[in-house]
């Protein structure tokens, strides 16, 4: 019997559904006698280090899981269940870990990094396992700020590297104890197929002969690399109907024209949202986008057909899910209040991995410039103390606003290339909030670098000026916002055709690009995105 050790924290539900979707049935642990009477256990570790290792604490699991790990029965640890195994981590350096594994847990430099790691790289394996018994060199998802590092005393534990600055650990592994960093439920069919490896194998562990070696070593690059990512966003709303589909606004408005013969403006409906997710999933999108661009009016919690999709895409996707939209504190209509956090949670259990905060991140930041100082409380905060920067990305509408010169104003300008209506030579970016239609006092540039210092950990750049224009990313833009953090970009708003991916990763250090209108109108093929950048030697899964 499968066990899984689900602590509460993070997206657990798409490991429950990988392993239902490879046939397997699982129990969860329900107290610490559950730990020691396992027979094969998993422990998916999601969000910060010291959350998880408190939680594990205050429900009495440290003494059971250590005693299980001595004990020769298989046992799997994912992400923060690999980091959990060594003695301590940066990230909660006054928090002991479990201490199975000599050496400590550190965060990555991001002088010449972009972090967290968020994407898919690959790993070089350094002995045989049954966990990578078919893997033939295929990319896996990370998504971490600390790492292990390869260090004395923990060298016959290694069972696989990564390269990123630094080579770190990506797996380890001693007889049937195993771990990796990366996530297998998140990492595709590559991904899966690890994960069912150690669902199936009576012992991990196989001989070090030559041919074992030659059998079970794929041959891979020198060195591993991250490959940009190309992503699937999907605007869900209501139609008039009633039905919750995807549609697409031309800049941010999702109704059709009246000339088109729609006297009534309907809203534009582009279909299904887990039809068109699993759509991409299959043609090779990297993550999946859900925002839901009525969220900024609606109760999340009360938005049960969202949530229902959420946990019907994790059943059939398995790649990263990020979901935007309505992610606050909220009072409902009998006075009951919700935190930010609790919403959050609820897009996590429903098969969320990364929380898009829109609106509030501009609020946050006004708050704090009225205030001189972070409270604490905000969504970004609370968010990523407990699930890690990783899962918190901030969505940037902003929009061009072009004066004749920087002393104008006092928001952060631009030379630009492209003048304005009236000649106008400098630009500056105004942050936006209810869904691109309200302007706030707030540059783009001071949003993403206070919410990096919030603890956010991903930007999603949008630009009003140039939704579902077909002229391109705003380059300038995404050279501005990339500059002014060590978070990863992902650059949106503007794709009209293959070229213009290209262009972005050839003229910026994006990280990231995405797409919505195209990829629904299969006016640009995403094997066709990944082709073209593959053929111009960029990195791609």
């Known amino acids: 019997m499968i066990t899984l050790l689900d602590y ?9 559904n990988a392993i239902e979707s490879l046939g397997f049935t699982f129990r969860d642990v329900r107290g610490p006698d559950d730990i020691r009477h396992a027979e094969r256990l998993i422990f998916p570790g999601v969000g910060a280090f010291g959350s998880a290792i408190q939680r594990l604490r205050a429900d009495d699991y440290l003494e059971p899981l250590r005693e299980y790990l001595h004990s020769g029965r298989p046992f799997l ?10 003695e301590g981590s940066e990230e909660s350096p006054d928090i002991p870990g479990l201490g199975i594994i000599p050496g400590w847990v550190r965060r990555f430099p991001n002088d010449a990094l972009a972090v967290p790691q968020i994407g898919w790289n690959g790993i070089h394996p350094k002995k045989p396992s049954a966990l990578f018994a078919d893997y033939r060199g295929e990319k896996l998802y990370f998504v971490h700020s600390y790492r292990a590092l390869p260090e004395p005393g923990n060298e016959d534990w290694i069972l696989a590297t990564t390269d ?35 669902l199936v194998a009576p012992d991990l562990s196989l001989s070090s002969s030559a041919d074992s070696q030659a059998a079970f070593l794929p041959a891979v690059p020198a060195q591993t690399k991250l490959a940009k990512r190309i992503i699937a966003c999907l605007d869900v709303r209501a139609n008039d109907e009633g039905d919750l589909v995807v549609t697409k606004g031309d800049q941010y408005d999702v109704r059709e024209r009246a000339d088109k013969g729609q006297g009534d403006r309907r809203v534009r409906n582009l279909g299904k949202p887990v039809d068109l997710a699993q759509r991409y999933y299959e043609e090779g999108a990297d993550e999946i986008t ?7 009016r609606d109760f999340p919690l009360a938005d049960q057909p ?11 996707v398995f790649v990263p899910l990020t979901i935007g939209g309505g ?16 919403v959050a949670a609820e897009y996590f259990r429903s098969g969320a991995d990364k929380i898009s905060i829109g609106s509030d991140a501009v609020h946050t930041v006004e708050e704090l410039r009225r205030a001189g100082r972070a409270s604490g409380e905000s969504a970004i905060e609370r968010i990523a103390r407990v699930y890690g920067n990783q899962a918190v990305v901030i969505s940037i509408d902003p929009r061009r606003v072009y004066v004749h010169s920087p002393e104008q104003i006092p928001h952060y300008t631009i030379k630009t290339e492209f003048p304005g209506p009236n000649g106008e030579e400098y630009c500056w970016y105004q942050c936006t909030v209810r869904g691109g239609r309200e302007g706030r006092p707030v540059d783009a540039r001071e949003l993403a670098m206070v919410c990096e210092e919030l603890g956010a950990g991903e930007i999603l750049l949008n630009c009003i000026d140039r939704d579902g224009t077909g002229r391109g990313f705003d380059l300038e833009l995404i050279e501005l916002i990339h500059a002014a953090v060590s978070i990863p970009v992902i650059a949106s708003s503007g794709a009209g055709n293959v070229g213009h991916f290209s262009e972005v990763f050839a003229q910026t250090n994006v990280e ?10 299969r006016e640009v093929p995403i094997g066709d995105v990944k082709a073209r950048l593959r053929g111009e030697g960029v990195e791609i899964r």
């Open 8 to 16: 509460g924290a993070g997206n657990v539900r798409s490991v429950r």
């Open 77 to 86: 640890g994912i992400c923060i269940g690999l980091q959990a195994l060594f």
């Open 164 to 198: 990123y600055g630094l080579r770190f650990v990506s797996a380890v592994q001693r007889g049937n104890v195993a771990a990796v960093q990366f996530h297998p439920e998140k990492s595709g069919a590559a991904g899966l197929s690890i994960l069912k490896n150690f």
């Open 290 to 296: 859900f925002l839901n661009i009525t969220g900024f």
């Open 306 to 316: 969202m949530l229902d999709v959420l946990r019907v895409t994790s059943e059939r």
């Open 327 to 342: 992610i606050r504190e909220y009072t409902d209509a009998k006075g009951k209040h919700y935190s930010s956090l609790t």
């Open 512 to 521: 990231a690009a995405l797409a919505a209108g195209i990829f629904h109108r």
